[in-house]
């Protein structure tokens, strides 16, 4: 008589995580090593003859991106005031280079010029003191790509929060083990991942760990940094499978990371995910209104996403954004080394928050501008001075680069003037400003902002692009490169050649190779193919 078969007997963290001791939609079992040895040893039988393995199953082409127009060129006589909100988001440059990697173009939408300028490291001068957390650059050459006129380079550098003086962090990590995370770029990466930030942890840090899929439950909870193996067993012993019930994993971990909240460290939820929401809460607007109303308890978020095929960017860029933290796309387990080692400081330790810029151009000097980048981030004028508005956010060490594209007076113009427009009046006139730099913040545990100014003017302009500061050139190499990607709407006969004479000229040191990397892209996206030629 055939013995009736024999289900693995459930872990104690399974008991405790399930209600009443019944197994969570979340749960994977796990054969006994015993059985898995066994079952090893026993030989398969043949392929029947003619038989062709298939592929495993894989999502392709249903990732999401929010799409917007981009930024056109503005007549400073009628728009003289450009105010948006920081970004130091870095998802859409990994996102590039997987796409690139895979020999595909990535789609227009996915292309976010200020996360690609943002991704790279920039020489500015930090602060002095950390009274004020960060100082302004500014940097004005000829554009390479239209001649006549000239690109306005803005930098922020963040000062660097040393580790022996660093507070302490509270981390609850929300990781997606649904189904659509079982893939070796999904949730085995999320595993080695999570990995390296907890060697980047210590003693007076604390880890707890949500999963959810069909359902949500504490994997972990609060537990002190220094047990590490502790906390490694629980991420080790992760599976994927079930749907995926993200909003009631992300109400439990907020409920977590309050229940422990240190007024005086950084509360923080990492979410790793795809952004395949298919359970509860999924409008996008309730659960920002959700985060908006968390973030006020002092409880921020950061994403992490991963894979492709299946990708919600614009979830991640919702959640993110209106959760005080930064989204970053994790595609490599060197990408991931990049984002929670060597930058592990400014991914979670925040010197600055709602960090706005304004420029006022002078109709004097400027007859039209554009901002390169940052469509998402748009503020209106009467935002930068209303606290109660929410903007972005530098961490430690960080930088972040913003660049317009201007027209002088009297250079070739996109638009004519109204016949009944404004006239310049004569402080401009006697004005020698380009522009006026505002840049206002908060301090981390602050609800009232701070302001910095700086003029633009002659000080800050070199006459020809090869005497520009070589970081200044670089950025520009990497903003046309991902206008080139958009459609090339304003880059005039700029080629991907041209992208890398620039690159190659102004890669400077390059520690890490991650300049070096960005001319191999450029390269790829000459002979890649976009996702209609791959449909034929």
């Known amino acids: 008589m055939r013995r009736p078969r024999q289900w693995p007997r459930r872990t104690r963290l399974q008991m405790r995580s399930s209600p009443r001791g019944r197994a969570s939609a979340s749960e994977i079992w796990r054969p006994k090593a015993s059985s898995r040895l066994a079952s090893s040893l026993r030989p ?32 400073v006589r009628e728009t003289p005031v450009s105010t948006f909100s920081i970004d130091v988001d870095t998802a859409s440059y990994s996102w590039v280079r997987a796409s690139l990697n895979n020999n595909v173009l990535p789609q227009p939408a996915s292309v976010r010029t200020e996360e690609m300028v943002n991704y790279f490291n920039y020489d500015y001068a930090p602060p002095k003191t950390t009274a004020q957390p960060f100082n302004t650059n500014v940097a004005v050459f000829p554009s ?27 981390l609850v990590f929300l990781i997606d083990t649904s189904g659509s ?17 907890l060697d980047e942890l210590d003693e007076r840090d604390t880890v707890s760990i949500v999963t959810y899929a069909g359902g949500a439950g504490t994997a972990l909870q609060p537990t002190p940094a220094s047990q590490k193996a502790k906390i490694r067993s629980v991420i080790d012993n992760l599976g994927a499978g079930g749907s995926t019930a993200g909003a009631e994993g992300i109400r439990q971990a907020y409920q977590l990371a309050e229940a422990n909240l240190d007024k005086n460290g950084v509360n923080r939820v990492i979410l790793a995910t795809d952004g395949d929401f298919n359970v509860g809460i999924t409008d996008q607007n309730e659960l920002k209104g959700y985060i908006e109303r968390e973030r006020g308890k002092g409880v921020f978020l950061s994403v992490l996403g991963f894979g492709m095929g299946n990708y919600n960017d614009a979830l991640m860029q ?151 500061p070589r970081d200044a050139r670089f950025a520009t190499a990497v903003a046309g490169f991902a206008e080139l990607l958009r459609g090339g709407r304003y880059t005039g006969t700029m080629s991907y050649d041209d992208i890398l004479r620039i690159a190659s000229a102004a890669r400077g040191p390059d520690e890490y190779g991650y300049r070096s990397e960005f001319l191999q892209l450029v390269r790829a996206a000459r002979s890649a193919r976009t996702m209609a030629q791959l449909e034929q």
Do not use: C, H
């Open 318 to 468: 919702t959640l993110a954004q209106n959760g005080n933290g930064t989204a970053a796309y994790i595609d490599t387990v060197a990408e991931a080394r990049k984002t929670l080692v060597e930058e592990a400081g400014s991914t979670l330790f925040p010197i600055a928050k709602d960090v706005k810029i304004q420029v006022e151009f002078n109709p004097a000097a400027v007859a039209e501008y554009r901002l390169i980048g940052y469509e998402t981030r748009a503020l209106n004028r009467d935002d930068f001075d209303n606290d109660k508005v929410d903007a972005g956010d530098v961490g430690s060490g960080q930088a972040v680069t913003a660049l317009y594209e201007v027209v002088p007076v009297g250079g070739k113009r996109t638009m004519e003037d109204l016949r009944y427009g404004a006239k310049t009046n004569a402080a401009a006139k006697g004005s020698s400003e380009i522009g006026f730099v505002k840049i206002r913040y908060k301090l981390p545990k602050s609800n009232t902002s701070r302001l910095i100014s700086t003029p633009i003017d002659a000080r800050f302009e070199t006459r020809s692009f090869e005497a520009a």
């Open 181 to 197: 995370m079982n893939d070796p770029n999904k949730l085995p990466l999320v595993q080695k991942s999570l990995n390296m930030l």
């Open 44 to 75: 398969a039988p043949p392929p029947a003859p003619g038989y062709v393995a298939n592929p495993p199953y894989r999502d392709v082409g249903r990732d999401k991106f929010n799409a917007f127009a981009e930024n056109a060129f503005k007549i």
């Open 144 to 170: 390479p790509w239209s001649p006549g006129r000239k690109l306005v380079r803005i930098g922020i550098k963040g000062y660097t929060v040393q580790k022996t003086t660093r507070p302490r962090a509270n």
